[in-house]
Nanobody
């Protein structure tokens, strides 16, 4: 069983920055493909970013490309989402997800509970 715990959410003004963290429990974290998703009020959950097992490959939704960066520290069992130039439309609950099989593209089997990001204007 893989446990995922997000942190770093909060309230920020438009144009500001925030870094989300996701800590994973698995002993083979370096074998996991990881991703971030978000869901805004009244909208479907959407893909944000993904990163491969070694961090050598990343992929971003067009809406965040150039503003967000996904990274990982396998020694710390942690994946990050650095969010810059935030816009009010980035307001959502952000979820961390894991594919322990390390598939690319990932097939996500585990999800965190989410962390709220609110961007004010």
């Amino acid at each position: 069983q893989v446990q995922l715990v997000e942190s770093g959410g909060g309230l920020v003004q438009a144009g500001g920055s925030l870094r989300l963290s996701c800590a994973a429990s698995g002993r083979t974290f370096s074998s996991y493909a990881m991703g971030w998703f978000r869901q805004a009020p009244g909208k479907v959950r959407e893909f944000v970013a993904a990163i491969s097992r070694s961090g050598g490959s990343t992929y971003y939704a067009d809406s965040v490309k150039g503003r967000f960066t996904i990274s990982r520290d396998n020694a710390k069992n942690t994946v990050y989402l650095q969010m810059n130039s935030l816009k009010p439309e980035d307001t959502a609950v952000y979820y961390c997800a894991a594919d322990p099989k390390g598939r690319w593209p990932p097939g996500y089997d585990y999800w965190g509970k989410g962390t709220q990001v609110t961007v004010s204007s």
